[in-house]
């Protein structure tokens, strides 16, 4: 059938064009996709998961397990698609999904002719054998043909976004009750926020006929909406799904901004995810109808008997000209009624209860059931069951079935929360144990009359808002119906064929019957076992029935039994949404160097360490690898002058009277007596007694250090020294602050070191070796009055220094280094070079402080202070952490200068087999060395200072290298640090 | 979750960094008789309890401070938030 002659919430006066399997069709404004194919006659519109049977609508809202499409195309396509809340757009495109060749004929549905093998658990018991078979051939084989859509490879074009919203009270959902409270508690000048997942506000209201006063269930919605619009203290959210309810008020919400279009307008997101802090929430979700089972109850056609009735009242499409309705509550003689008066015909209302009431202008088939359906590709009859044992075919092309409404409690479950049974309307609604701040009302808490829906919307606003000190006047409401719930619970037909409770899933009655039979029987198992309730729906309208034949088959009631714990999301999130603008380049933030930017103007090769862009190496015309570069860079500045960026190293600035003594137990060495003007090294331990961090403190005066960390530890360092400070010894007279990005810091380094900076450094600074010698520092200006640090350290074994400016003036410092180190022949260095003259001279790095090992095993447990309390002091000592064999910092250099010794490759006697009980330790860090021309390591070797000269194999199953090695010192180069002293 | 910072007021949890229970304040003297064992309680021993919990949180990205939350850890409802420093001054620390 097509479109009703009158009627529905459509603009019939435009039409639009959209695409299905690409066939063209026509909708209008107002409709969804699945009201749209409806009202082109066309009921087939997916294939199910497993047996790949033919499918049509379900439900007419987001509950819809069946009709999944694969929305728009290119990096746009989006699979699982519910058709039933995809808004109608012009040249909107849709593919079927899950059938092959075609959605009316699709080769693998054979799979429903092998049922019988593929019924619950048949992962579990199938395929068992050879294990190998299972990752290779088994489980990509069903992949392929138990599938939901298909995910595009290309990206995704459009923006995403995040926000955060406040307010005092969150309305979630607008129907009668939403709109009721949200209407009492914007009049109060509350700040609300009214959130729906649909286009137009109203709820079920869109779907009725029945009267609010005088005026009709949209009217009334419309008015009520205008209204809220125009209150500035109540925001409005359509097409916005609150998907779960998070600790303490929080809720997290998609609002679908631009899903409705064909693109979205320029520089708009196609989805927010909205934070919203709300004070109190009321939740108004409505309730969802369940279906009941019965043999082939799963053809294109049958539908639960709301969603018939919301096709025809809201969008004026009915799915065929002849229908019938099976139920087994009142509720489905009023789809009946609606059906009636719009001018389909109803073959019968099917009632299993044996007192149904009657209805005017339809026969009633009281203490009837429907027993089958034939029609493959879209229902054509119905068989049934009369209460006098005979059976009776209806030719009909739709089912409504009315099994009863659940209300949707979903969100009351995402802090714990656990639904109780009531009886009256048989079924779950919300246990006593709410997330914080949320009320529940309506439908969603089981009253289910537009009557109740709309005081209990306007009591609960009023009451919740008393809480929070806002008073409310009670609103003015409509007369509205109220009719009681009369509900004989009915579940499922008898029978032999199978009978549908789970249509995403391919899950039947049988299956639970297989389940119980193999003592399955707790509801999570029952889930685990068939699949029941998984998937894009989460079984929003088969949990109950599942549930429900489980009770019945080991004799326990529905309450005894249980449901399964409802988790966010509510419906599926867009990865997307999720993502925001954190995407490619934007992932994470990008932290640039000073010298950035000049270091891209000399070709460098950057690396990312950590959030930060280092310079990697400088590559020279005529450099054809980039060890070419790395070796010509550490030759250079061995030779004369190299001048690196080294702002990423942490600088905390520590100042107070206990400045001394505070740093006197950060570090395991001795701080207290540091004389004024000198740098020294310093470890860090955690309090286990294993090395934390390195680094130096230097010393600018009695009360004010600046500390450096590594770049990796430079935040953990800092709210490690924040937690001794405030934690441990809270009345120190000690301050710190992170001055990482405030001082822009270069290393010099070279035998021309000094000579280059004494350009640059004002005369009245004397940076002589007397004046100013290893390990000094001072506050100093450049350049004619700037004012800059000067420390005297090393890294990199030669005379060095690092000098620091304020930020701004990095660029203009490193431009002005290069200048004046023109006559040197001046070289920057980058990460690699560093690298390589710290291993030559056997500096530990991140690479050894690697979490694992302790001062003495870096050959530093003499500097572990005994004479004072210092974190990590205490267990360092321990026996454990102390053992004659331990492992202990040497370096490593191949007999063979050419052969490559790698990081990570362990250590074993010459001839021993690799195992771990023969493993003697492991490399660390290794480069090639242009100084020594030869591959140099250094790592951890048991008792490694005691075998100085042996020989052992470094080996690494994992690339296979296996190099001879001699053991060495570490210190491969000035080990009598005559260059840096010079 | 929503930390009711006791200068900035209620905040978003994203904005802490949490590091563990606030026992953790109470580090014992390394110069003291019998400080391995002491030490040894105090870096390995805690309790996990499924319930009221008082632990320390950073505020990071906030205002540095350290804090003594006390939380469920069942249904994460806060009781109390209170400066660490406070805490440690309380229970003897100075300096």
Not at chain 1, 340 to 367: F, H, M, N, S, Y
Not at chain 1, 398 to 421: K, M, S
Not at chain 1, 820 to 843: N, Q, S
Not at chain 1, 901 to 929: F, R
Request: net charge neutral; aromatic share 8%.
């Amino acid at each position: 059938m097509s479109r009703l002659p009158t009627g529905g919430q459509i603009d019939r006066t435009r039409k639009i064009s959209f695409r299905f399997d690409g066939q063209y069709y026509k909708g209008h404004p107002g409709d969804t996709l699945a009201s749209a194919l409806l009202a082109n006659g066309v009921r087939l519109m997916g294939r199910s998961f497993k047996y790949h049977r033919p499918r049509g609508v379900l439900t007419a809202g987001s509950e819809e397990p069946n009709a999944l499409v694969e929305l728009r195309t290119g990096g746009r396509q989006e699979p699982n698609t519910r058709a039933t809340t995809v808004e109608l757009f012009d040249g909107l495109q849709a593919h079927s999904q899950n059938a092959w060749p075609s959605l009316k004929f699709d080769a693998l549905a054979i799979n429903d002719r092998l049922s019988n093998f593929l019924t619950a658990g048949f992962y579990y018991k199938t395929f068992m054998w050879p294990a190998a078979f299972w990752e290779k051939l088994y489980e990509p084989i069903i992949r392929r043909a138990a599938g939901l859509g298909s995910i595009t490879t290309k990206p995704d074009p459009d923006l995403y976004d995040k926000g955060f919203l406040h307010c005092d009270l969150l309305v979630i959902g607008a129907g009668p009750a939403g709109l009721a409270a949200a209407l009492t508690a914007g009049r109060a000048g509350a700040r609300v926020i009214v959130a729906d997942e649909d286009f137009r506000m109203g709820g079920r209201l869109n779907a009725e006929t029945f009267t609010l006063g005088a005026q009709s269930g949209a009217d009334w919605t419309a008015q009520v909406v205008a209204e809220l619009a125009s209150l500035p203290n109540v925001r409005l959210l359509s097409r916005t799904t609150i998907f779960g309810a998070f600790d303490h008020g929080v809720y997290g919400a998609v609002e679908r901004v631009s899903d409705h279009l064909l693109t979205p307008a320029p520089d708009k997101p196609r989805q927010i995810l909205w934070r919203i802090y709300s004070k109190r929430a009321l939740l108004c979700a409505g309730a969802l109808e369940r279906p009941i089972a019965f043999a082939n109850n799963d053809r294109p056609g049958i539908m639960t008997a709301s969603a018939l009735r919301a096709y025809v009242n809201r969008w004026a499409a009915s799915p065929a000209e002849t229908v019938a309705v099976f139920t087994n509550n009142d509720d489905g003689h009023r789809t009946a009624s609606d059906l009636l008066a719009a001018g389909v015909k109803v073959a019968a209302v099917i009632d299993t209860r044996e007192d149904a009431p009657a209805l005017q202008g339809a026969e009633v088939l009281a203490g009837a059931q429907v027993t089958d359906t034939a029609g493959r590709l879209g229902l054509k009859s119905v068989t049934v069951r009369l209460a006098n044992g005979k059976s009776r075919k209806l030719d009909v092309g739709a089912l409504g079935v009315a099994g009863g409404w659940n209300p949707n409690v979903a969100l009351t479950c995402h802090q714990r929360g656990r639904p109780v049974w009531n009886n009256a309307i048989a079924a779950f609604v919300p246990g006593a144990e709410l997330p914080q701040g949320m009320a529940v009302a309506g439908a969603a808490q089981g009253h289910f009359s537009t009557h109740a829906a709309l005081h209990g919307g306007a009591d609960s606003a009023r009451r919740i808002l008393a809480d929070i000190g806002i008073s409310a006047a009670a609103p003015d409401l409509p007369q509205a119906e109220d009719a009681p719930v009369n509900i004989t619970p009915f579940w499922h037909v008898g029978g032999t064929k199978r009978a549908w409770l789970d249509f995403q899933n391919d899950v039947t009655v049988k299956d639970v019957k297989l389940a119980h039979q193999e003592n399955f029987r707790s509801v999570e198992h029952l889930k685990r076992y068939t699949t029941l309730g998984m998937a894009t729906d989460q079984g929003k309208t088969s949990n109950m029935g599942g549930l429900a034949v489980m009770a019945e088959l080991t004799g326990k009631s529905i309450e005894a039994t249980g449901t399964t714990i409802f988790r966010p999301p509510y419906t599926p999130v867009s990865m997307g949404a999720l993502a925001g603008r954190s995407t490619g380049r934007d992932f994470k933030p990008t932290r640039l160097t000073p010298s950035h930017k000049w270091a891209t103007e000399q070709g460098a090769v950057f690396v990312e360490v950590g959030m930060w862009l280092r310079a990697q190496w400088f590559p020279r015309a005529g450099e054809k690898t980039w060890r070419e570069s790395v070796d010509r860079e550490v030759l250079a500045t061995r030779a004369s002058v190299g001048v690196c960026d080294v702002t990423t190293l942490g600088k905390i600035d520590v100042q107070g009277r206990d400045a001394a003594a505070f740093l006197n137990r950060i570090y395991c060495n001795g701080f207290a007596k540091l004389a004024v003007g000198r740098v020294r090294y310093g470890l860090m331990l955690r309090e286990d007694g294993i090395a934390m961090d390195d680094g130096t403190a230097a010393r600018l005066a009695e009360d004010h250090f600046v500390v450096t960390t590594t770049t990796a530890n430079a935040v953990p360092v800092y709210r490690h020294m924040e937690f001794a400070r405030q934690c441990l010894w809270p009345d120190m007279d000690v301050q710190l602050i992170s001055t990482t990005e405030a001082w822009a810091q270069f290393a010099v380094a070279g035998p021309n070191a000094r000579k280059l900076l004494q350009k640059i450094v004002d005369p009245e600074f004397d940076i002589s070796n007397d004046a100013f010698p290893f390990m000094a520092c001072g506050e100093i200006t450049v350049c004619g009055g700037l004012r800059a640090r000067l420390f005297r350290i090393s890294f990199s074994g030669e005379l060095a220094y690092e000098i620091a400016v304020p930020t701004r003036y990095g660029d203009a410092l490193i431009r002005r280094l290069m200048q004046a180190g023109e006559e040197f022949d001046v070289t920057p260095y980058g990460t690699e070079a560093l690298g390589v003259m710290r291993i030559e001279k056997g500096h530990a790095a991140g690479n050894e402080l690697n979490g694992q090992t302790t001062a003495r095993d870096l050959g530093m447990g003499r500097m572990v202070s005994d004479k004072k309390d210092s974190i990590g002091a205490v267990l360092s000592r321990r026996e454990g952490l102390n053992q004659p064999d331990g492992l202990r910092l040497v370096g490593f250099k191949p007999k063979n200068p050419k052969a490559r010794v790698l990081a990570g490759a362990h250590l074993l006697e010459i001839g021993a087999d690799m195992t771990a009980a023969n493993d003697l330790g492991y490399v660390t860090s290794a480069c090639y060395s242009p100084c020594l021309k030869s591959f140099i390591a250094i790592g951890f070797l048991k008792a490694g200072d005691e075998r100085m000269g042996d020989v052992l194999r470094a080996a690494s199953p994992l690339t296979g290298d296996d190099t001879e090695v001699e053991i060495v010192s570490a210190h491969f180069i000035d080990p009598e640090g005559e260059r840096l002293r010079a | 979750m929503i930390i009711n910072h006791p200068l900035l007021g209620p905040c978003d949890a994203q904005e802490f960094t949490y590091k563990g229970d606030a026992r953790l304040i109470d580090r014992p003297d390394g110069m003291a008789d019998g400080a391995d064992a002491a030490f040894y309680n105090y870096a390995y021993l805690r309790d996990n309890p499924a319930g009221q919990h008082r632990e320390l949180w950073f505020h990071e990205q906030g205002d540095r401070s350290w804090l003594v939350v006390t939380r469920n850890t069942v249904t994460h409802e806060i009781t109390q938030v209170e400066l660490a420093r406070d805490v440690a001054r309380k229970s003897g620390r100075s300096a």
